[in-house]
């Protein structure tokens, strides 16, 4: 299995045996990898949700924070780039294998910065419903302490770093944080490279919302940008506009179906993933799964 396998299977047994705080799992093997994608911005890998990481004259932040048993391993690949302690710690989406390390790194002085609906979420029980898996209210320690609605900019180590919401998509708490000077993106959960993505409905996940966001990303994006996906290897322009037209593509198919008046089993029965399965159904989703995620967020309105 390629690296990026190996991270889409884990996230698989997280989501499915409904441990959002990564219990379960076997960390001790987990290696955090840094790569550098422009001066002063990394990309982190490890377990969980790929990591953007700045440093520079001002301040240390990261982009997610993967599981609470990884903080030691994350904090010891940022010391090795830079002495300076992580202040902020922005979270793309409240899901726990991207939030999970927010209560370690916050009792170590981190400001933690999220979309309002992360916070929301975070702050009461939530029911997976694709899954069947319950995920407990998180402590008041993991919490982000500054939440936005629309967007929020940070100004630091001379860059300008727009973190901007976006409507429902994977979720309705997602943002994509955009370096406008290193000209990097981490997108979050709405971008899995590789992979179909999963469509958290009962979150408030829309796969129009994907298909959106995925638009916006391309109109902010040139040749030369560098896009971290929650998932999967380092991304750029032309990955991001074939994941656009495969979900689009598939959106469309069952779209027509659902208009017809299809059950979610005629729909699936139809393979609208068919020719697309070779290449991107072998991750976390499988064609009929994501499929089922299409329809349920089509046939919710
Ligand atoms: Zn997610």
């Given at each position: 299995m390629t690296r990026h396998t190996v991270a889409l299977a884990a996230l698989a047994v997280v989501l499915t045996a409904g441990h959002a705080a990564g219990q379960g799992q076997d960390f001790s093997k987990v290696d955090i990898e840094a790569e550098s994608l422009a001066p002063g911005v990394h990309m982190l890998t490890g377990a969980g949700g790929n990591i953007g990481l700045s440093v520079g004259e001002d301040a240390t932040f990261i982009i997610?924070?993967?599981?609470?048993?990884?903080?030691?391993?994350i904090a010891a690949?940022?010391?090795?780039?830079?002495?300076?302690?992580?202040r902020f710690v922005v979270n793309t989406h409240w899901h726990g294998d991207h939030t999970g390390g927010n209560e370690n790194?916050?009792?170590?002085?981190?400001?933690?910065?999220?979309?309002?609906?992360?916070?929301?979420?975070?702050?009461?029980?939530?029911?997976?419903?694709?899954?069947?898996?319950?995920?407990?209210?998180a402590p008041k320690g993991a919490?982000?302490?500054?939440?936005?609605?629309d967007s929020v900019t940070l100004h630091l180590?001379?860059?300008?770093?727009?973190?901007?919401?976006?409507p429902p998509a994977h979720t309705d708490g997602d943002s994509?944080?955009?370096?406008?000077?290193?000209?990097?993106?981490?997108?979050?959960?709405?971008?899995?490279?590789?992979?179909?993505?999963?469509?958290?409905?009962?979150?408030?996940?829309?796969?129009?919302?994907?298909?959106a966001a995925a638009d916006?990303?391309?109109?902010?994006?040139?040749?030369?940008?560098?896009?971290?996906?929650?998932h999967g290897p380092l991304?750029?322009?032309?990955?991001?506009?074939?994941?656009?037209d495969m979900v689009r593509t598939v959106r469309d198919r069952v779209s027509a179906l659902v208009e017809e008046g299809k059950s979610l089993a005629d729909v699936q029965a139809a393979q609208p993933t068919k020719d697309f399965d070779a290449q991107w159904g072998n991750g976390f989703m499988k064609g009929d799964q994501f499929v089922g995620l299409v329809y349920a967020s089509l046939s919710k309105k």
């Open positions: 997610d924070d993967q599981f609470a048993p990884l903080t030691e391993k690949a940022i010391k090795a780039i830079t002495a300076e302690p992580v790194f916050g009792k170590a002085g981190a400001v933690i910065i999220a979309h309002d609906n992360v916070r929301k979420r975070m702050s009461t029980d939530q029911f997976n419903e694709a899954f069947k898996s319950r995920t407990p209210a919490l982000p302490v500054v939440t936005f609605a180590n001379g860059d300008t770093v727009h973190v901007i919401h976006v994509i944080v955009h370096f406008t000077k290193a000209n990097v993106m981490h997108m979050g959960d709405l971008y899995f490279n590789g992979g179909y993505p999963f469509i958290d409905v009962s979150s408030g996940g829309d796969v129009n919302g994907i298909v916006k990303a391309l109109g902010m994006a040139n040749d030369q940008t560098k896009i971290i996906p929650g991304a750029s322009r032309t990955t991001l506009r074939a994941y656009r």
